[in-house]
């Protein structure tokens, strides 16, 4: 790798991990386009770090009061933060019992440039329906188990490459009648375990193979991916409102069709 390629992917990693554009989308394309090989393991756990970074120091605050609130819930003292803790902790489960169950099919089936295509134009679609038939008449303090679960099985939907994590998420929580902001807070602090989860067993396969890298890059990636995505999400949490998920469908649909356009001119 070089540092071009450290930069450009590294940004990828951080506007895509937040962004409902999808991130497997954008990864395929630099190597189709300019024929570069895998990044390797240790690329990839540089930038996760950077990307969970850059979450957990951006909802520090509600991170501290969730935790907080939750060791009081084990006490009995219920609150609207501690609840909010236990429904990003349930709502993680279904994407690891997908993930162990079909990880090896996606990693067969999923990964193609027709595959990401599809689901990149299918869902980006049902993100434009869900934001256009809002209701926006809830907040998360009036969240429920059922509503959680509805939106952490959303979540495992995205193990299918193209999905995107945050659009799908988003998109069940505007089905479910929360506002934009709810909606968007809670598939990032939902991102949080996944992302952490995501990065330990790429650490943990990264022990067992090793790895001749150059950590310079990798730690440069790392920080690259954290700015990018601190930025992002504050930006898009800013904009949220104003912009609503028009121009990220109109951007999806762009993407899935040159995607299309690449896998027929192979």
């Not at 019992?97 to 980006?124: E, K, P």
Request: hydrophobic residues 55%.
């Amino acid at each position: 790798m070089d540092w071009f390629q450290v930069t450009f992917l590294a940004l990828i990693q951080g506007l895509t991990e937040f962004l409902p554009i999808s991130s497997s989308a954008h990864l395929i394309l630099p190597s189709q386009l300019f024929g570069w090989e895998d990044q390797g393991l240790a690329f990839d756990v540089g930038v996760h770090v950077g990307t969970l970074s850059a979450v957990m120091l951006y909802f520090r605050q509600d991170i501290a009061q969730m935790i907080v609130a939750w060791l009081k819930s084990l006490t009995g003292k219920q609150s609207p933060e501690g609840w909010l803790a236990w429904y990003v902790a349930l709502a993680t489960i279904p994407a690891v019992v997908f993930g162990l169950a079909i990880n090896d099919i996606i990693d067969v089936y999923g990964r193609s440039i027709l595959v990401i295509a599809g689901t990149t134009l299918i869902f980006g679609a049902l993100l434009y329906w869900a934001d256009r038939n809002r209701t926006e008449v809830r907040s998360l303090k009036e969240m429920g188990l059922k509503d959680a679960m509805i939106i952490g099985f959303a979540q495992a939907i995205a193990l299918i490459p193209g999905t995107s994590r945050s659009g799908i998420t988003i998109t069940a929580a505007l089905m479910a009648g929360y506002d934009r902001q709810s909606a968007a807070r809670f598939s990032f602090l939902l991102s949080i375990p996944v992302i952490l989860g995501a990065g330990l067993l790429k650490a943990k396969d990264l022990a067992e193979t090793g790895t001749d890298a150059q950590w310079t890059m990798v730690g440069g990636g790392a920080v690259i991916a954290a700015l990018s995505a601190y930025a992002c999400i504050h930006l898009f949490l800013q904009w949220l409102n104003r912009i609503g998920m028009t121009p990220f469908v109109i951007y999806r649909m762009l993407l899935g069709f040159a995607l299309l356009g690449v896998y027929f001119a192979v």
